[in-house]
């Protein structure tokens, strides 16, 4: 059963550390979405990658945060430096763009806090 | 341009009755249109979408929805509601020119024993 993972979980730092999350998804799909969930705003759009090319970034904060996909079977979301404000869960989701109707396969997110 | 409404914030049923939640759209040309589930402390979780052909789309864990293009409505409902149901649930939308989904404010469905 092919799943997206998210490393790590959880995270709690310290304001003005910079925080990792790492994001493995699906072998074979060629679409990576990275939002944010808060209570306040839902669920937000970060970025969107297709064949590990950004297409979309428009709702990431770009004096902090930056994604990026090394390679096929790994993508990143940074945040330099964290502020409390960035508390959220960051879900990472990929799909097979190309077939109509994508479905989006999320991982099972990591719920960070920044005190 | 590309919306989603959900306009409850939350649903209440009790178990063993039917349940609706509810889901209009604003899409330019043909919508795409999905349904998905959250339950606490996991990501979401694909539950079913109309592409096209039979209004009435069927997906998992029994429930279906029904896309209707006069009311620009897809709303999610099942027969009978069970305890597990209980969650948040999001309607999300793409038009045909779009790769990106727009995501309702989700609706969380409490079902009562």
């Known amino acids: 059963d092919a799943r997206v993972t998210q490393t790590p979980r959880h995270k709690v730092t310290e304001m003005g550390q910079e925080v990792t999350m790492r994001c493995q998804p699906i072998l074979g799909h060629n679409t990576v979405f990275w939002y944010r969930q808060t209570m306040m705003q839902g669920l937000e759009l970060l970025a969107y990658f297709r064949n590990r090319a950004p297409l979309d970034d428009s709702g990431m904060p770009k004096d902090r945060f930056s994604a990026e996909m090394p390679d096929a079977t790994l993508a990143t979301l940074k945040i330099q430096p964290s502020e409390p404000r960035d508390s959220a869960v960051y879900f990472c989701?990929?799909?097979?763009?190309?077939?109509?109707?994508?479905?989006?396969?999320f991982g099972p997110g990591t719920r960070l806090l920044v005190l | 341009a590309q919306s989603v409404a959900q306009p409850e914030d939350q649903v209440n049923v009790a178990e063993g009755n039917p349940l609706t939640v509810k889901c209009t759209y604003s899409?330019?040309?043909?919508?795409?249109l999905f349904w998905y589930v959250q339950y606490p402390n996991r990501g979401l979780q694909f539950l079913l979408k109309y592409i096209t052909g039979d209004n009435l789309v069927k997906g998992s864990y029994g429930f279906e929805a029904e896309f209707n293009k006069s009311q620009t409505s897809f709303h999610l409902k099942k027969p009978s509601a069970l305890v597990s149901d209980s969650a948040l649930y999001f309607c999300?939308?793409?038009?045909?020119?779009?790769?990106?989904?727009?995501f309702g404010r989700g609706t969380s469905l409490i079902v009562h024993p």
């Open positions: 989701a990929s799909g097979e763009q190309g077939a109509p109707g994508e479905t989006q396969y």
């Open positions: 999300a939308v793409k038009s045909g020119g779009s790769y990106i989904p727009t």
């Open positions: 899409v330019s040309g043909n919508p795409y």
